[in-house]
């Protein structure tokens, strides 16, 4: 063996493909590592065909991919001008008979963050002893955001219903792991693009008080009351009626009750000073507020 062979152990750079958050295509300049590296420019039409590569499970045919990307082309022009993308982007597609996919050397956001989740899905356990807040932030993105071609909106929900189902689930699992900081994030991050989600806004809150956070509870389950009102959806007498029995709501049972047939709103909110009166008593066990 030569003195001038590289260790095989020394990490390869690869191009990183990032459709997570917003669409960039980095290559590497020959160092060893994944920072070694730097943002290649495309054109509009390499972009699309790497970004629906990217998000395609199988490989397409070139038809297929022809049709998708340029729909108002007949099939002839469409196709000479998907083989001419191909040839600007050489080894960074492969061709394979008529199916064309990503070459196996590309390394993408979207395919790492499936896989953590799969790998995570398989053993839920591993919260306790792996980096979770990885996964939350992996999560954390959108596909493609702001595409408004039919394939990436498509992609785009399909994989919001799933980053959102596993933020959610990471979340509870996260609380009863006891890492309250990135069981937060997670729920957050529900909450935030689904206010309107009951049973994540019910894990966030219960995240909070396994956190020893009550008022920032107190804050979720208040902003939840003034969302549903803005959408017209009045909660009963009760709102502990509106979720399902959980050790969590007994502090919620300080708060001032909804009547009814009442508008929920601002005329319903607690002043601050009363409001900080009644979550300092329920925190302690009594459940009616203390008259100075």
Known sequence: ????????????PRPWLRVLGSFELRIPLGGGTRTD???????????????????????????EL??????????????????????????LVT???DTLRLSDHVEVDLAHALERLRAWKRNPFTVESTSAAE??????????PGWGEVWARQERDRFRRVRLHALESLCR???????????IRAGMLVVAEEPLRESARRALIEA????????????QYDAFVETCAKFGLIPGAELSAFFPP??????????????????????????????????????????SVARG
């Open 135 to 144: 996964l939350v932030e992996l999560l954390a993105e959108d596909l493609l």
């Open 208 to 219: 909070h008080l396994a956190a020893g956070n009550v008022s920032e509870a107190v804050k």
């Open 66 to 91: 022809a049709t998708v990307l340029w729909p108002e082309r007949s099939t002839d022009v469409a196709l000479g001008t998907l083989e001419g993308v191909c040839d600007s982007l050489a080894d």
């Open 37 to 63: 590296t730097a943002t290649s420019p495309l054109e509009a039409d390499e972009r699309r065909l790497l970004a629906l590569l990217a998000v395609t499970a199988t490989p397409r045919t070139t038809g």
């Open 246 to 287: 959980s050790p969590a709501w007994p502090v919620l049972t300080v708060r001032r009750p909804i009547h009814l047939g009442g508008a929920v709103g601002r005329g319903l909110r607690l002043e601050p000073a009363a409001r900080r009166s009644q979550v300092g008593v329920g925190a302690v066990g009594v459940g």
């Open 173 to 183: 699992r996260l609380t009863e792991a006891g890492r309250h900081e990135p069981a």
């Open 1 to 12: 063996m030569s003195d001038q062979q590289p260790c095989s152990d020394v990490p390869v």
């Open 95 to 97: 061709a394979s008979g």
